[in-house]
């Protein structure tokens, strides 16, 4: 299996995630393949919005990502380093799918059976990401597979906004 047109599996960086990551007022690790902690989740509760705060391991804070609970149509933002992006879902088709804007840089496009955690991220047609429940064997993990040559913050925090969207 190849990500982008270059890129294959073997140079990709896999994290776990849990199913249900995007409880909001629970705290989550994201974890490498190996099972180490890699970023946490942290879930607050505001009265207009859900916010995730997205910290490394030294507890900086890398994202912010915050749903807008009073919005005519489901969005959430995303602050990458000042740098925002808004994930909505497509408003067309039968199957889920998702529009990054991404401000200062390349949309992204989502597409796949998002529910079930099999769906890729997409720029300019290549494969910047995948998530897929079959490469864990642990009950209620899904895997994020990215090219670290990417912006893997924003991809594992593109991730989180379309769980929180896709199971509202």
């Not at 064997?137 to 913050?153: A, C, K, L, W």
């Given at each position: 299996?190849?990500?982008?047109?270059?890129?294959?599996?073997?140079?990709?960086?896999?994290?776990?995630?849990?199913?249900?990551?995007?409880?909001?007022?629970?705290?989550?690790?994201?974890?490498?393949?190996?099972?180490?902690?890699?970023?946490?989740?942290?879930?607050?509760?505001?009265?207009?919005?859900?916010?995730?705060?997205?910290?490394?391991?030294?507890?900086?804070?890398?994202?912010?990502?915050?749903?807008?609970?009073?919005?005519?149509?489901?969005?959430?933002?995303?602050?990458?380093?000042?740098?925002?992006?808004?994930?909505?879902?497509?408003?067309?088709?039968?199957?889920?799918?998702?529009?990054?804007?991404?401000?200062?840089?390349?949309?992204?496009?989502?597409?796949?059976?998002?529910?079930?955690?099999?769906?890729?991220?997409?720029?300019?047609?290549?494969?910047?990401?995948?998530?897929?429940?079959?490469?864990?064997?642990?009950?209620?993990?899904?895997?994020?597979?990215?090219?670290?040559?990417?912006?893997?913050v924003l991809l594992l925090a593109v991730t989180v906004a379309v769980d929180a969207l896709a199971h509202?």
């Amino acid at each position: 299996m190849a990500l982008g047109r270059r890129r294959h599996h073997e140079t990709m960086q896999r994290f776990q995630m849990r199913e249900r990551l995007v409880s909001v007022g629970d705290d989550y690790w994201i974890e490498n393949e190996a099972g180490d902690r890699q970023f946490k989740v942290n879930g607050k509760v505001a009265r207009v919005r859900d916010t995730w705060v997205l910290e490394d391991l030294h507890g900086s804070r890398v994202a912010t990502i915050r749903e807008r609970k009073l919005s005519v149509r489901d969005a959430i933002k995303i602050d990458v380093g000042g740098r925002e992006s808004t994930v909505k879902k497509a408003l067309v088709g039968i199957r889920d799918r998702f529009h990054v804007e991404v401000e200062h840089g390349k949309d992204l496009k989502i597409h796949g059976n998002i529910v079930d955690h099999e769906y890729e991220i997409e720029r300019d047609g290549d494969t910047v990401a995948r998530i897929s429940k079959k490469w864990f064997r642990v009950r209620d993990t899904y895997g994020v597979e990215v090219d670290p040559d990417d912006d893997v913050v924003l991809l594992l925090a593109v991730t989180v906004a379309v769980d929180a969207l896709a199971h509202d």
